[in-house]
T-cell receptor, first 111, second 115 residues
Framework: DQQVKQNSPSLSVQEGRISILNCDYT??????FLWYKKYPAEGPTFLIS?????DKNEDGRFTVFLNKSAKHLSLHIVPSQPGDSAVYFC??????????FGTGTSLTVIP | DAGVTQSPTHLIKTRGQQVTLRCSPK?????VSWYQQALGQGPQFIFQ???????QRGNFPDRFSGHQFPNYSSELNVNALLLGDSALYLC??????????????FGSGTRLTVV
């Protein structure tokens, strides 16, 4: 049972434009949400997080939005840079212990 | 400051064999979690070790077992390997069991191929 879903396997964006990556979840008990970025042959790298008491968290070019009523999470990257090209995973947890990951979205930023 | 170190990087085993994967956590971290990432999938939680005990376990059979040593390093053992065990095995470390805001630090993984 896939509790966290990323329905877009891939996304291509022009350099300088906004990248929007989406994630849906089914478990209303999730209270921590994270985004990880993964380059080939490397482990996932923590990018940004948000707790269920917030609806937005911003860190530089990266902003995560949480819509609890829709059980939807999104990551905005503005402006997108070629170095952002990677696979992005969203993950969710109850109490920040065991994390459930989505299947990932491969982002390509075109120079 | 070394991050999470996993060994070996790649491994090929025959169906039915046993395998041991190793992980050294990031300096200052005391909790190790293991994840399995099959091709085209996201990482799936196997189990977590804290204070040398398994604290939480995902939906994996007893063929998967682990250990944590006093220096916080950890091993993942898989017995009676199946073709479906072929995957990237990721070790993640953290300071404490609960990582809501900060997330884990992941290693680069061990690529296990079962033939």
């Amino acid at each position: 049972d896939q509790q966290v879903k990323q329905n877009s396997p891939s996304l291509s964006v022009q350099e300088g434009r906004i990248s929007i990556l989406n994630c849906d979840y089914t478990n209303s008990m999730f209270d921590y949400f994270l985004w990880y970025k993964k380059y080939p042959a490397e482990g996932p790298t923590f990018l940004i997080s948000i707790s269920s008491i917030k609806d937005k968290n911003e860190d530089g070019r990266f902003t995560v939005f949480l819509n609890k009523s829709a059980k939807h999470l999104s990551l905005h990257i503005v402006p997108s840079q070629p170095g952002d090209s990677a696979v992005y995973f969203c993950a969710a947890s109850v109490t920040g212990n065991q994390f459930y990951f989505g299947t990932g979205t491969s982002l390509t930023v075109i120079p | 400051d070394a991050g999470v170190t996993q060994s070996p990087t790649h491994l090929i085993k025959t169906r039915g064999q046993q395998v041991t994967l190793r992980c050294s956590p990031k300096s200052g971290h005391d909790t190790v979690s293991w994840y399995q990432q099959a091709l085209g999938q996201g990482p799936q939680f196997i189990f977590q070790y804290y204070e040398e005990e398994e604290r939480q376990r995902g939906n994996f059979p007893d063929r998967f077992s682990g250990h944590q040593f006093p220096n916080y390093s950890s091993e993942l053992n898989v017995n009676a390997l199946l073709l479906g065990d072929s995957a990237l095995y990721l070790c993640a470390s953290s300071s404490g069991r609960f990582q809501g805001a900060g997330g884990y630090t992941f290693g680069s993984g061990t690529r296990l191929t079962v033939v």
